[in-house]
């Protein structure tokens, strides 16, 4: 999702912890180590990785400045390949029916249908394009904060990863919870009370 859609949906991290060099420095050498690989042709049914705002596509950050006033943006591919299971599930037996015609057998042991569906999965992801999906990232490294246009947790869990990979800092999710712990400077009884409450519904009251 772009943040400059005319709708979005956000979530707001705390990034905890300092980068030991140069800040541009550090997060381009993250950036670069962890950019987006392409699968196109790959029997590789995902990837995941970093690409640029500008240039989803076609990512250099050597050459590319994702440095906007006080704030880095740059953002978060996944690819994907998707095969429908009754397509994997043709071809599959058409391999088996090859492989006993050719044998001359009536029956394939277990490990040998489970070589000939892999075989299978390959040629097929090889063939496929893959999906992508682009996530926009804002971090201002200086106020700790890191806003990722997105709310799909499997987006959410594999920017957690990457980015702890990618730069050796932690992202912790800001909700209710969180911000009070971190934020409101709350003692241990009020913690724990804080973790007692449950969400409340509120409804519009509605005119007969």
């Known amino acids: 999702m772009s943040l400059l859609s005319s709708s979005v949906s956000v979530t707001r991290y705390r990034v905890d912890g300092k980068l030991a060099d140069s800040v541009i420095d550090s997060v381009r050498s993250g950036l670069k180590n962890s950019t987006i690989r392409e699968i196109e042709n790959e029997p590789d049914a995902k990837s995941v990785g970093w690409t640029s705002f500008e240039a989803p596509f076609t990512p250099d950050f050597e050459i590319e400045n994702f440095v906007i006033a006080e704030s880095m943006v740059f953002c978060l591919r996944i690819d994907k390949k998707s095969i429908p299971a009754k397509i994997i599930n043709k071809q599959f037996k058409m391999a088996v029916k090859k492989r006993l015609s050719e044998t001359g057998r009536e029956h394939l042991s277990k490990n040998e249908k489970t070589e000939i569906k892999d075989d299978v999965l390959h040629r097929l992801y090889v063939r496929v394009p893959a999906t992508p999906n682009v996530y926009d990232i804002v971090w201002n490294y ?3 904060q890191l806003f990722f246009f997105s709310n799909l947790k499997e987006a959410n869990e594999e920017l957690e990863t990457l980015f702890s990979k990618s ?42």
């Not at 050796?168 to 409101?184: D, N």
């Not at 709350?186 to 519009?204: H, M």
């Open 167 to 208: 730069f050796k800092l932690t992202l912790i999710r800001m909700f209710p919870y969180t911000v009070a712990e971190l934020s409101c400077g709350l003692l241990g009884p009020e913690l724990d009370a804080v973790s007692k409450l449950s969400p409340s519904q509120f409804y519009e009251a509605r005119n007969a």
């Open 142 to 144: 200086e106020a700790g």
